[in-house]
Nanobody, 128 residues
Framework: QVQLVESGGGLVQAGDSLRLSCVASARTFSMGAMGWFRQTPGQERIFVAAITWTDGVPHYADSVRGRFTISRDKSSDTVYLQMNNLRPEDTAVYYC?????????????????????WGQGTQVTVSS
């Protein structure tokens, strides 16, 4: 059973940067995509970014495009989220998710229910 472990969250000021990491504890043959979602109290978990595992094609939510960069290292089963120019509205718990869907075509699934394995989450707080 694969487990995901996130790290890298913290408290920063607006305009600062953070890099989140997510390591998969065991190799799985069905890693269609890895994604980052975020959640604030009382709200649903929403899509931030995802990357197809085989081809490494990134996809972003409009709210973070141009500021965040997702990447993956297949040799270590790790996905990263580089977050630049952070804003107070980026404050949330960030979760890493694994989608086992077999992808063909230039898209990723952006609904949290489509991701089958989740990490424990890491808090990101951006002060103004």
């Amino acid at each position: 059973q694969v487990q995901l472990v996130e790290s890298g969250g913290g408290l920063v000021q607006a305009g600062d940067s953070l890099r989140l990491s997510c390591v998969a504890s065991a190799r799985t043959f069905s890693m269609g995509a890895m994604g980052w979602f975020r959640q604030t109290p009382g709200q649903e978990r929403i899509f931030v970014a995802a990357i197809t595992w085989t081809d490494g094609v990134p996809h972003y939510a409009d709210s973070v495009r141009g500021r965040f960069t997702i990447s993956r290292d297949k040799s270590s089963d790790t996905v990263y989220l580089q977050m630049n120019n952070l804003r107070p509205e980026d404050t949330a718990v960030y979760y890493c998710g694994l989608d086992r869907h077999t992808y063909s075509g230039n898209y990723v699934r952006r609904t949290s229910r489509d991701y089958e394995v989740w990490g424990q989450g890491t808090q990101v707080t951006v002060s103004s």
